[in-house]
């Protein structure tokens, strides 16, 4: 069984276009994260929800927009997509949001915009 | 300067010896600490937490020195399959946005 699962594992699409990544968790943890890892290999988060609440949120373009139906779900929609966006997309997700608990990764989205 | 900082290596080890790699990070209030490990085009994957007194996991020694903010991994009798990226990650408050190094690459072989 696959503890944190990201719909599709790749992606291409051209400038401009809108486009949805899914994050799904069966772990029963409270807490998700959407972080972009890009050519340079640094990973950074973007944004976290808490129980659907969002509890942080980066210096993002707000083309990105995360929403979570559930604590479950954490799914990152990305408007008007530009060149830069290229990157590995990592949704995670953690028992809670203190910080000794580890954050269990998703297989990564690789989104490719031409 | 960047808030962790890692040797990207890459570091070539044979099989059976010890390689050791430091990360340095900046916020000098950082709480927690970790090393996780990424193999080519997967996902990073807790490898150890890095406690104050020094830890260990095996083969894997994680050492902290708050004085001099940085934390070190030491991987005794190196498998081929330690082969992999060792991101240096911190964690500066009590929430869970940790900062990622660009990770340290090692190399074992035969």
């Known amino acids: 069984d696959t503890a944190v699962s990201q719909t599709p594992k790749y992606l291409v699409t051209q400038m401009g276009n809108d486009k949805s990544i899914k994050c799904e968790q069966n772990l029963g943890h409270d807490t998700m994260y959407w972080y972009k890892q890009d050519s340079k290999k640094f990973l950074k988060i973007m944004f976290s929800y808490n129980n659907k609440e969002l509890i942080i949120n980066e210096t993002v373009p707000n083309r990105f927009s995360p929403k979570s139906p559930d604590k479950a779900h954490l799914n990152l929609h990305i408007n008007s997509l530009e060149l830069g966006d290229s990157a590995v997309y990592f949704c995670?997700?953690?028992?809670?949001?203190?910080?000794?608990?580890?954050?269990?990764f998703g297989p990564g989205t690789r989104l490719t915009v031409l | 300067r960047k808030e962790v900082e890692q040797d990207p290596g890459p570091f070539n080890v044979p099989e059976g010896a010890t390689v050791a790699f430091n990360c340095t990070y900046s916020n000098s209030a950082s709480q927690s600490f970790f090393w996780y490990r990424q193999d080519c085009r997967k996902e990073p994957k807790l490898l150890m937490s890095?406690?104050?007194s020094g830890n260990e996991d095996g083969r894997f020694t994680a050492q902290l020195n708050r004085a001099s903010q940085y934390i070190s991994l030491l991987i005794r009798d190196s498998k081929l399959s330690d082969s992999a990226t060792y991101l240096c990650v911190v964690n500066p408050r009590g929430w869970g946005k940790l900062q990622f190094g660009a990770g340290t690459q090692v190399v074992v072989t035969p």
């Open positions: 995670a997700s953690s028992p809670t949001r203190i910080s000794t608990d580890t954050q269990y």
């Open positions: 890095v406690y104050s």
